[in-house]
T-cell receptor, first 109, second 113 residues
């Protein structure tokens, strides 16, 4: 599975959009981009995933560049409950998840 | 529908003992995987089971083992516990086919004293 690079931490103001970048320059054609988040001491929570098209669900939007070498997770209106570690994972369908260090997001009032 | 259920939620064991953790996947999910999370090593894959067969294994010693039953429920066992085995153990399940995503349980917090 391709390696991903994320900033270790970022702050976001409550009510504002949070844009979380992820680089995955070695991504293969059959690999998907998955985003999970983990709130302290809980199991990781699935957010969204995509292959090459932009995706949106009730939690977030996923923007994947045309060359698929990077992506951005957008939380449209961050709340205090969005404070968590966010993981960007690239993998082929069915493969195990390989977690990196993630981005620690702190939403501030 | 019910999520991934792990029992027990918390566990304290003594060095040298063995422990068994249980996981019930989402109904209809036949693939179950296990992960270990520690502050030092982060989230690491232990193994995956599908239809009672281990399909993938992470880089852990043989003290860590697992199994899956015909109803897809899974157990993992750690023998001869060491202090370093203290961790959050997470179980996850996913649909058998397609690009369905993995859903995690809340985990079992194991403390070895």
């Amino acid at each position: 599975d391709a390696k991903t690079t994320q900033p270790p931490s970022m702050d976001c103001a409550e009510g504002r959009a949070a844009n979380l970048p992820c680089n995955h320059s070695t991504i293969s054609g059959n690999e998907y981009v998955y985003w999970y988040r983990q709130i302290h001491s809980q199991g990781p929570q699935y957010i969204i995933h995509g292959l090459k098209n932009n995706e949106t669900n009730e939690m977030a939007s996923l923007i994947i560049t045309e060359d698929r070498k990077s992506s951005t997770l957008i939380l449209p209106h961050a709340t205090l409950r969005d404070t968590a570690v966010y993981y960007c994972i690239v993998k082929a369908a069915g493969n195990k998840l390989t977690f990196g260090g993630g981005t620690r997001v702190l939403v501030k009032p | 529908k019910a999520g991934v259920t792990q029992t027990p939620r918390y566990l304290i064991k003594t060095r040298g003992q063995q422990v068994t953790l249980s996981c019930s996947p989402i109904s209809g999910h036949r693939s179950v995987s296990w992960y270990q999370q520690t502050p030092g090593q982060g989230l690491q894959f232990l193994f995956e089971y599908f239809s009672e067969t281990q399909r993938n294994k992470g880089n852990f010693p043989g003290r860590f083992s697992g199994r899956q039953f015909s109803n897809s429920r899974s157990e993992m066992n750690v023998s001869t516990l060491e202090l370093g085995d203290s961790a959050l153990y997470l179980c996850a399940s996913r649909p058998s086919s397609g690009t369905g995503y993995v859903t995690f349980g809340s985990g079992t917090r194991l403390t070895v004293v």
